[in-house]
């Protein structure tokens, strides 16, 4: 562990919460100076210290201790084909990916990034979906069958691609996440 990485990562947690130092120091029964000398580097908190601060933080002494971004193609591939519970029921496509891509966004690289151009992606697909739903009326049912089969496929080779190396690419999407 570098000592110039854990004031960061305690100042990113903090920021993330929503809490000012002084809200820090309240919830771990530490002073303000304490708190802003962990932050400015001027100390490296250590045993109570530390777990007074995770505790306040919400996260593990390991994640302040540990916190990186790691690299877990799994988790992308996992990410890619857990859109296909569209099977099932059409916003399983979106609340497994999102599930995945809130809990592990800020931990996996990439994951952001991808997890926004499939929910991107899930979502638009739903949008025209349901428009079709309504069409459906109009327009014959085998519409809805194509749309679910190209779905399918278009979620199978993305998965491919991003194992691959090569850019995953979801169309039509609208951007709704930024």
Do not use: C, H
Request: proline share 4%; no cysteine; aromatic share 10%.
């Amino acid at each position: 562990m570098e000592n110039s990485e854990l004031p960061k990562r305690v100042r990113d947690f903090r920021i993330k919460k929503g809490l000012s130092q002084e809200e820090l120091a309240n919830k771990t029964g530490l002073s303000l100076r304490t708190i802003q000398r962990i932050e400015n580097g001027e100390s490296i908190p250590r045993g109570d210290t530390l777990k007074k601060i995770a505790i306040a933080l919400q996260v593990s002494p390991e994640e302040i201790i540990d916190w990186q971004i790691q690299e877990d193609d799994n988790i992308i591939t996992l990410l890619n084909l857990s859109q296909l519970g569209f099977i099932f029921f059409p916003w399983i496509g979106i609340i497994v990916p999102m599930i995945i891509w809130i809990n592990q966004k800020d931990k996996i690289k990439n994951v952001d990034s991808i997890g926004k151009v499939i929910l991107n992606y899930q979502i638009s697909w739903n949008i025209l979906l349901f428009g079709m739903l309504i069409a459906l009326f109009i327009i014959s049912p085998l519409i809805i069958i194509i749309w679910y089969l190209y779905n399918f496929i278009l979620i199978i080779i993305n998965t491919r691609r991003y194992i691959k190396k090569k850019q995953v690419n979801y169309k039509p999407t609208f951007k709704i996440l930024q």
